[in-house]
């Protein structure tokens, strides 16, 4: 019989909802955990999906966050393949899609978010895929011995990602970006540059600035598509990778403060009693966000957020501060980056981009915000402190690559 009252209900078996359950036991709670998930699997990691799992050099036993016998050691309930589709704050109860409930004393919602679909006639045809979970993958690459051409739509970090492997496995890919440049919401015009070409370079057919009309399919698979301007790319496999809607809907029926994403303030609480989210569907106010008030999709975040709503629950309260980083591989390329870039007033490039090796650093009023790093470990290393200190540094002293990073992080008494 399944047990349904439990101290801690975590909704989502991805990197927030793993490690709030993995941060509970670490700090000692003894009370009765559960996480209930949609997908099927035990925790794993997503971003190999666009790496080396989608390669076929990693395989999933080697992405899971932890083992099975951990979560079966540490006692805590995986309810895998259910769906919570409402909450009742009130009695503290979340029901599942078949009516049943899910008694708690705290509610962790880390439900992350749904890959968004083109809206364009031709979006659902066969043939046509989002890479958010192990199931997406597979269903990808099930199909990928039969496909010669692929087309990719979005030239964010997945949509790049995902371009470099296809073509590395001998696929002939298009990316189509419709802002005028990949990368345009995460990083400055310089990086943005520098991925385009190395792209081109190995043969993918990158344009920007293009929007998607619709997709033609032939017997109900997409075959071709159909850009504003009339051209036509022939294909079979399309790609979509243009961002995620946050999950968070059950919540905000409940009530919940939120829009694009649900509310939280710095101890991931929501607005509703007894309930907390993390991860890529918390919104919450972000200090190296100039005090904004934002989501963050990253394994950092998810994984720093849920130290802290273990924190809230046991009644160890400690803010979320973390510095945001983030990583991305592609080819033979390791970006690593620390910081947020948007709204940055000057960069300063160290190295040489054409050696491949170099980190572009973003200032705001003079202080270092952020760092984008190409095959760089030590400017990554060495620059997350002047981020954290958001140390002023003269642009023309942060070119000067025989200074390494942490002179200046001296200087600034960090
Ligand atoms: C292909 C890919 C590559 C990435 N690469 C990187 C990278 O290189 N570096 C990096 O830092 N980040 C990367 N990310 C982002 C990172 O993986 C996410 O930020 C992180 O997974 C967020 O974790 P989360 O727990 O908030 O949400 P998720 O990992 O999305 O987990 C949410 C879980 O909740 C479940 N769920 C949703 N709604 C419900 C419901 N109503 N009931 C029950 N279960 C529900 C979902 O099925 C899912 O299992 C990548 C993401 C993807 C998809």
Redesign the pocket.
């Known amino acids: 019989m399944l047990n349904r009252n439990f101290d801690v209900l975590i909704?989502?078996?991805?990197?927030?909802?793993?490690q709030t359950a993995i941060a509970l036991r670490q700090s000692g709670f003894g009370g009765t955990i559960a996480i209930?998930?949609?997908?099927d699997d035990l925790p794993y990691?997503?971003?190999?999906?666009?790496?080396d799992y989608l390669s076929g050099d990693r395989p999933f036993e080697r992405i899971l966050i932890r083992p099975a016998t951990f979560w079966r050691d540490k006692d805590i309930a995986m309810l895998l393949g259910?769906?919570?589709?409402s909450v009742d704050p009130q009695a503290h109860v979340a029901a599942l899609s078949d009516n049943s409930p899910l008694f708690y004393r705290t509610l962790v919602w880390?439900?992350?978010?749904?890959?968004r679909r083109l809206a364009c006639t031709g979006g659902d045809l066969a043939g046509v895929h989002s890479?958010?979970?192990r199931a997406d993958v597979d269903r990808l690459m099930r199909e990928l011995d039969r496909v010669t051409r692929v087309v990719v739509v979005g030239g964010g970090?997945?949509g790049l990602?995902a371009a470099a492997i296809l073509t590395q496995l001998g696929k002939r890919v298009t990316l189509l970006e419709a802002a005028p440049r990949v990368l345009a919401r995460v990083a400055g015009e310089p990086l943005s540059r520098f991925y385009e070409e190395e792209h081109r370079a190995r043969g993918v057919d990158l344009r920007v600035g293009v929007e998607v009309a619709c997709l033609e399919g032939r017997d109900g698979a997409v075959r071709r598509v159909r850009l504003a301007d009339g051209q036509a790319i022939d294909c079979e496999m399309v790609i979509v990778g243009i961002g995620?809607a946050p999950?968070v809907a059950?919540l905000l029926a409940a009530g919940a403060a939120g829009s694009d994403g649900v509310d939280v303030d710095e101890y991931c609480r929501t607005s509703l009693p007894d309930i907390l989210a993390?991860?890529?569907?918390?919104a919450h106010v972000n200090t190296f966000a100039g005090g904004k008030r934002i989501r963050?999709?990253?394994?950092?975040?998810?994984n720093d957020q849920a130290a802290v709503a273990a924190r809230s629950i046991v009644g160890a309260l400690r803010p979320y501060d973390a510095a945001p980083?983030?990583?991305?591989?592609q080819y033979d390329l390791r970006l690593q980056t620390v910081g947020l870039s948007a709204g940055h007033d000057a960069t300063v490039i160290r190295g040489d981009m054409a050696s491949r090796s170099f980190s572009v650093v973003y200032l705001k009023n003079r202080r270092v915000v952020a760092l984008d790093c190409v095959n760089s470990t030590k400017d990554y290393a060495q620059g997350r402190a002047l981020v954290a200190a958001r140390a002023a540094v003269p642009p023309d002293q942060l070119a000067d690559t025989s200074r390494p990073l942490k002179e200046f992080a001296a200087e600034a008494a960090i």
């Open positions: 909704v989502g078996s991805g990197h927030g909802g793993a209930v998930s949609a997908e990691e997503r971003p190999p999906l666009s790496k259910r769906r919570v589709v880390a439900a992350g978010g749904v890959a890479v958010r979970t970090y997945i990602e995620i999950a059950p993390v991860g890529d569907c918390a963050l999709e990253s394994v950092q975040n998810a980083w983030f990583w991305s591989n």
